[in-house]
């Protein structure tokens, strides 16, 4: 009971953090329509930040998936992946996620969607090459845990959020100086609506899944490597959804650190070990 009061004040908080998020979108559009045009260019703002709002909330998923070029994939190319996949949502009783395959060689993962129904997985090429059979496994009963905690839906959100303010930083046409303008205030989206407490708890929601918190401890340690030694680079569209993965991709520093979402990779390892009743 005090688990799940917990999780429904979390997802309370997401909710609140997401909504002030997109009011204080619009009524930035507004003061700008204001200076621009009055009381009139402020009604026209208004209206085109509801535009935009609707479109990120119809269009949230796509975008999340299109900033790591991700592509459907299929059961006969990765056998093995939906069998797992397929076992975690039945010992879960949860709808099977649709698949989705990223090219990136880094180690890393990501959930996407508004809920259950709806729910996305998203695993890097670098991920399947380096962990075994367990690990993988724990990271999908991670990335499950968000989609069933329904934490997915705010940090799916604030991705598109992110990315349509973002966006202009990385037309061709604009000089690349505007990221570090645009850039904060999507930071300003992405904090507001993503707690740091949400990986701990799907990572404690996806040991209890799985059976088996070492592995996943062990997943976090070659994964937050690998994020080290081949790091992403830090466009507007990747850090707009940076925080959506299961460890930061990015070196911390410059405006990547605006970005940062995730608690410390030891700390969670410290939790899971302790959760396998490993004491240091």
Known sequence: ???????????????????????????????????????????????????????????????????????????????ELYRLVRELSKAGRLPVPRLYLSPAEQPNSFSVGRGPRSGAICCTEGLLALLDEDELRAVLGHELAHVSGRDVLASTVSAGLATVITFPAVLPVLPPVLLPVFGPVGAVMVRLSVSREREYRADASGALLTGDPLALARALRTIEAGADEMPLAPDGRRLSVGHLMIASPFVPAGIARLFLAHPPAGERIRRLEALAGYRR
């Open 1 to 79: 009971m005090r688990g799940f009061a917990l999780r429904a004040a979390e997802l309370a908080g997401s909710v609140a953090g997401l909504a002030t998020a997109v009011l204080s979108l619009v009524a930035g559009c507004a003061l700008l329509g204001v200076a621009a045009a009055g009381a009139g260019g402020a009604l026209v703002a208004i209206v085109l930040a509801a535009v935009l709002v609707f479109s990120v909330f119809a269009f949230c998923e796509r975008m999340a998936l299109s900033a790591m070029l991700a592509r459907p994939v299929s059961e006969v190319e990765h056998p």
